[in-house]
T-cell receptor, first 114, second 114 residues
């Protein structure tokens, strides 16, 4: 079975450009999470969806960040405009409903903003 | 609010020695607790989780963790370290009550010396 799929795996862009990260959750999972990993701040939850509805976006750092989940099999995280401090690894994870259910993580997208 | 503290950003043990990675949590409600492992340039993989069924939890690759409410701890152990255990280990907490995002500790880098 395919796990969580993220694309692209690596993205290098220049400051001011728009960046879109993509995620396909595991089929049948109805919760989707976006995390960011940096050396300074570690792993942080940005936003999560339940049944395609955003539940908590308090971790989204600024208005430059936005996330959507138009259907159960696809989500995007967009940064516009991008800044060098956005450089990080962005992970998508999915799970079935239930507070103790395992979140399955994708391989991540390594974003470098020059 | 919930938080996780992992003592020791780096832990070094000899191959065959006991592995002990420390994790303390704070949570206003009974928590769900998780240990994840991250190998270089990969996503996170679940080692084990505590969901109140039993205080001693066994996970994959010979790891186990014990939940101690009085100490608010969930330390990870393995009796005998293997070279393949070298990785980054993250403790995470989720408040009970439904699907929710994870709050991660800063991580502990486990080094195995031959």
């Amino acid at each position: 079975d395919a796990g969580v799929i993220q694309s692209p795996r690596h993205e290098v862009t220049e400051m001011g450009q728009e960046v879109t990260l993509r995620c396909k959750p595991i089929s049948g999972h109805n919760s989707l999470f976006w995390y960011r990993q940096t050396m300074m701040r570690g792993l942080e939850l940005l936003i999560y969806f339940n049944n395609n509805v955003p539940i908590d976006d308090s971790g989204m750092p600024e208005d430059r960040f936005s996330a959507k989940m138009p259907n159960a099999s696809f989500s995007t995280l967009k940064i516009q405009p991008s800044e060098p401090r956005d450089s990080a690894v962005y992970f998508c994870a999915s799970s079935t409903s239930g507070g103790n259910n395992e979140q399955f993580f994708g391989p991540g997208t390594r974003l470098t903003v020059l | 609010a919930q938080s996780v503290t992992q003592l020791g950003s780096h832990v070094s043990v000899s191959e065959g020695a006991l592995v002990l990675l420390r994790c303390n949590y704070s949570s206003s409600v009974p928590p769900y607790l998780f240990w994840y492992v991250q190998y270089p340039n990969q996503g996170l993989q679940l080692l084990l989780k505590y969901t109140s069924a039993a205080t001693l939890v066994k996970g994959i690759n010979g790891f186990e963790a014990e939940f101690k409410k009085s100490e608010t701890s969930f330390h990870l152990t393995k009796p005998s370290a293997h070279m393949s255990d070298a990785a980054e280990y993250f403790c995470a907490v989720m408040s009970g009550g439904g699907a929710d995002g994870l709050t991660f500790g800063k991580g502990t880098h486990l080094i195995i010396q031959p």
